[in-house]
């Protein structure tokens, strides 16, 4: 809806002595007695040039009145900041060209741009929120280009700020979309935050005997950083898409008098990680990479310690819509760095591969497994996930409902080498 500006809130956006201030409030959109304007905020385009001004546009109408005058303010207050970054405050001066006053006939309109320019440190989604105007906050996506670099502008035909076609189309999980998705490389992927999900995270309990005495839980926590955050968000740099990720996974004996936990494994992990390479046929959607370091361990010492440093690489193949039903394959090759004193033979029950494979759809139910092979025959184990959106059962959650089930060799890295009896848990995953 239209948002109305008042005097006494523009005064606040004044930077002018108090006399001043008070003369241009009272002054600075001028509304004459059972006059009515509309004052709206229109929408930025999703990606902006960093480069240039930074533009927001105000858009007055006179509806009711034949006849009306209106004084303009000389400049709007923004807060704007990045993802974990603090806000600042930006002073948006009105176009040079447009008059400070403007009359308008009944069912007239005026566009009036404001501009300034973006601090260099805020680098990727920008939240804009205007300061005195009640208009809702909006969210552009920053990108400064290289020198020499065409303007703003992919293969596909979406132009950003200052053009005169349409900014990038978003793809929405649970809206209709063109298969392999209309949008250019990433352009869904844009609004990730800086700290978020990596593998899934969920608690699980169950039991695996028939008489009842080995009940137990699961449960994980995971999550990726991207350290920096480089000008251009379309960088395929190293150092501009390296992350952080860190993955704890506990099992919990929930038979035993005390109830302990029978092991913690610890996986901190430094990768590169491109989200979409921009690879797409009629019926591949989306490819992705990630490939780095990864230590895991479960902080033991003596005859219980285990631990191993891999180097991996991990594609993923997303094949159908990327809004409906799909198909996910992702393949993680690694080998082992280094000598394995604690278990050295942890390649012949594990082996040198996951097979990670997904089908569902973003807003339904999915099934998911990880499939391992070791080099030892008959070594190997499964784990699978079924999930289902919490919030279409309970309206106002999130998360999943979850059921997992496993079988085979190392569940946890303590016991590696010790085949597992069919474990069936069910539970909620926060992420899947």
């Given at each position: 809806?239209p948002s109305m500006l008042t005097p006494n809130r523009l005064s606040a956006q004044k930077?002018?002595?108090?006399?001043?201030?008070?003369?241009?409030?009272?002054?600075?959109?001028?509304?004459?007695?059972?006059?009515?304007?509309?004052?709206?905020?229109?929408?930025?385009?999703?990606?902006?040039?960093?480069?240039?001004?930074?533009?927001?546009?105000?858009?007055?109408?006179?509806?009711?009145?034949?006849?009306?005058?209106?004084?303009?303010?000389?400049?709007?207050?923004?807060?704007?900041?990045?993802?974990?970054?603090?806000?600042?405050?930006?002073?948006?001066?009105?176009?040079?060209?447009?008059?400070?006053?403007?009359?308008?006939?009944?069912?007239?309109?005026?566009?009036?741009?404001?501009?300034?320019?973006?601090?260099?440190?805020?680098?990727?989604?920008?939240?804009?929120?205007?300061?005195?105007?009640?208009?809702?906050?909006?969210?552009?996506?920053?990108?400064?280009?290289?020198?020499?670099?065409?303007?703003?502008?992919?293969?596909?035909?979406?132009?950003?700020?200052?053009?005169?076609?349409?900014?990038?189309?978003?793809?929405?999980?649970?809206?209709?979309?063109?298969?392999?998705?209309?949008?250019?490389?990433?352009?869904?992927?844009?609004?990730?935050?800086?700290?978020?999900?990596?593998?899934?995270?969920?608690?699980?309990?169950?039991?695996?005997?028939?008489?009842?005495?080995?009940?137990?839980?699961?449960?994980?926590?995971?999550?990726?950083?991207?350290?920096?955050?480089?000008?251009?968000?379309?960088?395929?740099?190293?150092?501009?898409?390296?992350?952080?990720?860190?993955?704890?996974?506990?099992?919990?004996?929930?038979?035993?008098?005390?109830?302990?936990?029978?092991?913690?494994?610890?996986?901190?992990?430094?990768?590169?990680?491109?989200?979409?390479?921009?690879?797409?046929?009629?019926?591949?959607?989306?490819?992705?990479?990630?490939?780095?370091?990864?230590?895991?361990?479960?902080?033991?010492?003596?005859?219980?310690?285990?631990?191993?440093?891999?180097?991996?690489?991990?594609?993923?193949?997303?094949?159908?819509?990327?809004?409906?039903?799909?198909?996910r394959i992702s393949p993680k090759v690694y080998t082992y760095l280094g000598p394995m004193?604690?278990?050295?033979?942890?390649?012949?029950?594990?082996?040198?591969?996951?097979?990670?494979?997904?089908?569902?759809?973003p807003d339904g139910v999915e099934f998911s497994t990880t499939l391992r092979k070791g080099?030892?025959?008959?070594?190997?184990?499964?784990?699978?996930?079924?999930?289902?959106?919490?919030?279409?059962?309970?309206?106002?959650?999130?998360?999943?409902?979850?059921?997992?089930?496993?079988?085979?060799?190392?569940?946890?890295?303590?016991?590696?080498?010790?085949?597992?009896?069919?474990?069936?848990?069910?539970?909620?995953?926060?992420?899947?």
């Amino acid at each position: 809806m239209p948002s109305m500006l008042t005097p006494n809130r523009l005064s606040a956006q004044k930077r002018a002595s108090p006399l001043i201030r008070g003369c241009i409030a009272t002054g600075a959109i001028v509304f004459m007695q059972n006059a009515s304007a509309g004052i709206s905020l229109l929408q930025p385009p999703k990606l902006v040039d960093g480069n240039k001004p930074f533009t927001l546009t105000l858009l007055v109408s006179e509806d009711e009145q034949v006849s009306h005058t209106y004084a303009l303010p000389d400049n709007l207050v923004v807060a704007a900041s990045a993802d974990m970054t603090p806000p600042v405050q930006l002073h948006l001066e009105r176009d040079p060209n447009a008059a400070g006053e403007i009359t308008l006939q009944r069912g007239e309109f005026r566009k009036i741009n404001y501009s300034a320019t973006l601090p260099d440190y805020l680098r990727g989604v920008v939240r804009i929120e205007t300061v005195g105007i009640d208009a809702s906050p909006v969210l552009v996506a920053v990108i400064r280009p290289k020198n020499g670099e065409m303007p703003l502008a992919s293969a596909e035909g979406v132009a950003l700020a200052g053009a005169a076609t349409p900014a990038a189309s978003v793809i929405t999980p649970g809206t209709s979309a063109d298969p392999v998705g209309a949008a250019p490389a990433a352009a869904d992927l844009i609004n990730i935050p800086r700290l978020s999900f990596h593998e899934p995270m969920y608690f699980a309990a169950g039991n695996s005997s028939s008489n009842g005495n080995n009940r137990n839980a699961k449960f994980q926590l995971s999550f990726k950083f991207h350290i920096f955050r480089p000008e251009d968000m379309r960088s395929r740099g190293l150092i501009d898409n390296l992350y952080f990720g860190y993955t704890q996974f506990s099992l919990w004996d929930l038979g035993s008098p005390s109830e302990p936990f029978r092991d913690t494994n610890y996986r901190p992990s430094v990768f590169y990680y491109l989200p979409d390479l921009g690879i797409r046929n009629s019926f591949l959607s989306r490819v992705s990479i990630a490939t780095g370091l990864e230590h895991e361990s479960n902080g033991r010492d003596g005859a219980e310690s285990r631990s191993l440093n891999i180097f991996f690489a991990e594609p993923t193949f997303i094949f159908g819509n990327l809004n409906d039903y799909q198909l996910r394959i992702s393949p993680k090759v690694y080998t082992y760095l280094g000598p394995m004193f604690d278990n050295p033979d942890l390649g012949q029950y594990r082996g040198h591969a996951d097979l990670k494979l997904a089908v569902g759809k973003p807003d339904g139910v999915e099934f998911s497994t990880t499939l391992r092979k070791g080099t030892r025959s008959n070594a190997g184990s499964v784990d699978s996930m079924l999930s289902y959106p919490l919030a279409k059962l309970i309206p106002g959650t999130a998360g999943y409902l979850m059921a997992s089930y496993f079988y085979g060799y190392g569940e946890s890295l303590l016991t590696y080498n010790q085949k597992q009896t069919p474990q069936f848990r069910i539970g909620y995953s926060l992420w899947r």
